[in-house]
């Protein structure tokens, strides 16, 4: 079965310090992942995805991907108050009969206090 | 770029009561339409995905049934609740051969 690991948290980080969130994923062939946030009530919305190796900036926002360790992070720099979410990760399923299909970790919560 | 509206917001249905949650796609053609389903406190977990009209593919056998009865349009019925099926119900969709998925504002069903 295909799994996305997270820690739970909550993580928790100064304001203005780099918040560091971290996913793991089962499937070696799987080929793109995204990032979300999801405010308590609300639905999860699109923060950024990364399709390649190495680090895609989106201002505020690094996604880091690491294919060969199955590894993908989120760093949020000058982290904000506003910031404090549950940040999930997805991973696209490699199989051809999954077209579309993502998995999601559990979600990591993360504080940003003043 | 696309909205996607879901309805009712929020639904207190007793055990037993059949389900009908509607979901619709603005601003896009052909979409690929899931449903999902996250517990108090878990993460989401896929139910069904649709890539076209009347094409219905189930991830998890359950009492739920999903339907596309128009290409943007996404229903999730159940003919008896059961105390199980509370949580949070939201629809995505991606469009063409993408893999990005966009969430609508989910409908949030309590069953008592």
């Known amino acids: 079965q295909k799994e996305v690991e997270q820690n739970s948290g909550p993580l928790s980080v100064p304001e203005g310090a780099i918040a560091s969130l971290n996913c793991t994923y089962s499937d070696r062939g799987s080929q793109s992942f995204f990032w979300y946030r999801q405010y308590s009530g609300k639905s999860p919305e699109l923060i950024m995805f990364i399709y390649s190796n190495g680090d895609k900036e989106d201002g505020r926002f690094t996604a880091q991907l690491n294919k060969a360790s199955q590894y993908v992070s989120l760093l949020i720099r000058d982290s904000q108050p506003s910031d404090s979410a549950t940040y999930l990760c997805?991973?696209?399923?490699?199989?051809?009969?999954?077209?579309?299909?993502?998995?999601f970790g559990q979600g990591t919560i993360l504080t940003v206090h003043p | 770029s696309q909205t996607i509206h879901q309805w009712p917001a929020t639904l207190v249905q007793p055990v037993g009561s059949p389900l009908s949650l509607e979901c619709t796609v603005e601003?896009?053609?052909?979409?690929?339409l899931y449903w999902y389903r996250q517990a108090a406190g878990r993460g989401l977990q896929l139910l069904f995905y649709?890539?076209?009209?009347?094409?219905i593919s189930s991830e998890v056998p359950q009492n739920l049934s999903a339907s596309r009865p128009q290409d943007r349009q996404f229903i999730l019925s159940s003919k008896k609740l059961l105390l199980s099926d509370s949580g949070f119900y939201l629809c995505?969709?991606?469009?063409?051969?993408?893999?990005?998925?966009?969430f609508g504002p989910g409908t949030r069903l309590t069953v008592l």
């Open positions: 601003g896009t053609s052909n979409p690929n």
């Open positions: 649709s890539v076209g009209i009347g094409q």
């Open positions: 997805a991973v696209k399923d490699a199989g051809g009969t999954s077209y579309g299909k993502l998995t």
């Open positions: 995505a969709c991606s469009r063409g051969n993408t893999d990005t998925q966009y």
